[in-house]
């Protein structure tokens, strides 16, 4: 199961971009990359996923490195309510989805 | 359409006591997940499962037994509590393969004094 690495914590100003980074140096090559977000007291939801080519979604953007060894979530601009723990995860053939701590999202007014 | 549904959603357990936690989909999803998430704490897979009939363990199984008796439904069980449960634990389930996006449910808050 691939491991993913990201910061604990970060923090941007309303109305800007926010990208948030992730390492998963050890994804095989045909593991995902997803990424959820958990905002207060609530369970996670789904945000974006790929496989090698950037995504677009009404949500955000998901850019994923040439080598696949990182990507990076993108909010093109960042809300209050996008305040949030923000996970990245890999899937796997297994099943086994591991989420690790995630991003703490602060948005500041 | 209900999506993912745990029950129940609160309990306060005495060490020691066994309980068990129900979680039931209707989207006909082949995988189905329990994780905990203790405060301020991100989420740790307990046991999972792919199929009807199948489970497997997670990150954080000890303590914990899993059933997959019906497609629909994934029960957690807690067969002596201990305050070291205390924590939210939250289902999910997904349709198979690497693509699907996780459902998860509301999330059950369980107390062990």
């Known amino acids: 199961d691939a491991k993913t690495t990201q910061p604990n914590s970060m923090e941007s100003n309303e109305e800007e971009p926010v990208h948030l980074p992730c390492n998963h140096s050890?994804?095989?090559?045909?593991?995902?990359i997803h990424w959820y977000r958990q905002l207060p007291s609530q369970g996670p939801e789904y945000v974006i996923h790929?496989?090698?080519s950037n995504v677009n979604n009404r949500m955000a953007s998901l850019a994923i490195a040439e080598d696949r060894k990182s990507s990076t979530l993108i909010l093109h601009r960042a809300t209050l309510r996008d305040a949030a723990v923000y996970y990245c995860?890999?899937?796997?053939?297994?099943?086994?989805?591991?989420f690790g701590q995630g991003t703490t999202l602060q948005v500041k007014p | 359409n209900a999506g993912v549904t745990q029950t129940p959603k609160f309990r306060v357990l005495k060490t020691g006591q066994s309980m068990t936690l129900l979680c039931a989909q209707d989207?006909?999803?082949?995988?189905m997940y329990w994780y905990r998430q203790d405060p301020g704490m991100g989420l740790r897979l307990i046991h999972y499962?792919?199929?009807?009939?199948?489970?497997a363990k997670g990150e954080v199984p000890d303590g914990y037994n899993v059933s997959r008796l019906k497609k629909q439904n994934f029960l957690l069980g807690l067969e002596s509590a201990a305050p070291s449960q205390t924590s939210v634990y939250f289902c999910?389930?997904?349709?198979?393969?690497?693509?699907?996006?996780?459902?998860f449910g509301e999330g059950s808050r369980l107390t062990v004094l």
């Open positions: 499962s792919v199929g009807e009939g199948t489970t």
């Open positions: 999910a389930s997904k349709r198979g393969g690497d693509t699907g996006e996780l459902f």
């Open positions: 995860i890999s899937s796997s053939n297994t099943g086994k989805l591991i």
């Open positions: 989207m006909n999803h082949e995988y």
């Open positions: 790929g496989l090698t």
């Open positions: 050890t994804i095989s090559g045909t593991d995902y």
